[in-house]
Nanobody
Framework: HVQLVESGGGLVQPGGSLRLSCVAPEFMFSRSYMSWVRQAPGKEREGVATILREIDTRYADSVKGRFAISKDNAKNTLYLQMNSLKPEDTAVYYC????????????WGQGTQVTVS
């Protein structure tokens, strides 16, 4: 059983900011591609951002320039800084590590709700 603990979601007005956090086990954090994935009501899950090292990141076109993914190896914590939030960013956001490369998702956290309204 892999425990991933996400936090930081909430209700924010359009144009606002939130920072999500995800604490992962050290053995996973150090060797996995770490991603944030979101799922809006009635929609499929969508990869938002993924990171291997600080210089190796990828973003969905819909969040480029607004979201930033980062990681703190000392704390085994993954972050997603979300700026200029839009109503269409409303979704449950999941932390999803994977071993199969960028946008690979092998494990899932419980999710944290982000509502932009």
């Amino acid at each position: 059983h892999v425990q991933l603990v996400e936090s930081g979601g909430g209700l924010v007005q359009p144009g606002g900011s939130l920072r999500l956090s995800c604490v992962a086990p050290e053995f996973m954090f150090s060797r996995s591609y770490m991603s944030w994935v979101r799922q809006a009501p009635g929609k499929e899950r969508e990869g938002v951002a993924t990171i291997l090292r600080e210089i190796d990141t990828r973003y969905a076109d819909s969040v480029k320039g607004r979201f930033a993914i980062s990681k703190d190896n000392a704390k085994n914590t993954l972050y997603l800084q979300m700026n200029s939030l839009k109503p269409e960013d409303t979704a449950v956001y999941y932390c999803a590590p994977g071993l199969g490369g960028y946008w690979s998702f092998d494990y899932w956290g419980q999710g944290t709700q982000v509502t932009v309204s």
